[in-house]
């Protein structure tokens, strides 16, 4: 049971660049999320999917969209990088969104945008 | 604005030391969460706080929620340096709602 995995770990772009993330979870959860973490800003919330099939915008989607093909895959894309998207992005998961749910994430991927 | 502001932001001691770590928000919050996060890692849930007052212990880590809902501390007492890392706290202001996490506060326990 890997849980929550991303790839890739690290990746270096141009600006205007394009690259897509990918999240996969193995726990059947019907939530999944996407984050980026910034020094002293904690995590903001990109995009989140409510179920396979949908997505929504969260606090800071501007640069980037999103799919949720599968339920187990929620891929990230920034269609032209730049360097504001430098940044810690982190996929999380979980089964309800009721305020007591755990969210589970994965290891991050770290992306530099030149 | 950061809806949840953690302090302090950074915190450097020696092992055996005692530490509080608070969160506080002008808004009601439905529950609280607090995270650990480790290095090149994401973050992992520690507790969840629901009921005004509450206090969880989770062995030499105690959170409590606010009795209002609006505040949040966890103390640790005689760190150790496996306690460093960057904690977190989140909330949900409603059922069904989305987290919003704080800023964080990083954590450094010297041997």
């Known amino acids: 049971n890997a849980g929550v995995t991303q790839t890739p770990k690290f990746r270096v772009l141009k600006t205007g660049q394009s690259m897509t993330l990918l999240c996969a979870q193995d726990?059947?959860?019907?939530?999944m999320y996407w984050y980026r973490q910034d020094p002293g800003m904690g995590l903001r919330l990109i995009h989140y999917?409510?179920?396979?099939?949908?997505?929504a915008k969260g606090e800071v989607p501007d640069g980037y969209n999103v799919s949720r093909l599968k339920k187990q895959n929620f891929l990230l894309g920034l269609e032209s990088a730049a360097p504001s998207q430098t940044s810690v992005y982190f996929c999380a998961s979980s089964p309800k969104q009721g305020y007591q749910e755990t969210q589970y994430f994965g290891p991050g991927t770290r992306l530099l945008v030149l | 604005t950061q809806l949840l502001e953690q302090s302090p932001q950074f915190l450097s001691i020696q092992e055996g030391e005692n530490l509080t770590v608070y969160c506080n928000s002008s808004?009601?919050?439905?529950?609280l969460q607090w995270y650990r996060q480790e290095p090149g890692e994401g973050p992992v849930l520690l507790v969840t706080v629901v009921t005004g007052g509450e206090v969880k212990k989770l062995k030499r880590l105690t959170f409590q929620f606010g009795d209002a809902r609006k505040d949040s501390s966890l103390h640790i007492t005689a760190a150790q340096p496996g306690d460093t890392g960057l904690y977190l706290c989140a909330g949900a202001i409603a059922s069904g709602s989305r987290l919003t996490f704080g800023e964080g506060t990083q954590l450094t326990v010297n041997p």
């Open positions: 808004s009601v919050f439905s529950s």
């Open positions: 999917s409510v179920g396979e099939g949908t997505t």
């Open positions: 726990m059947n959860h019907e939530y």
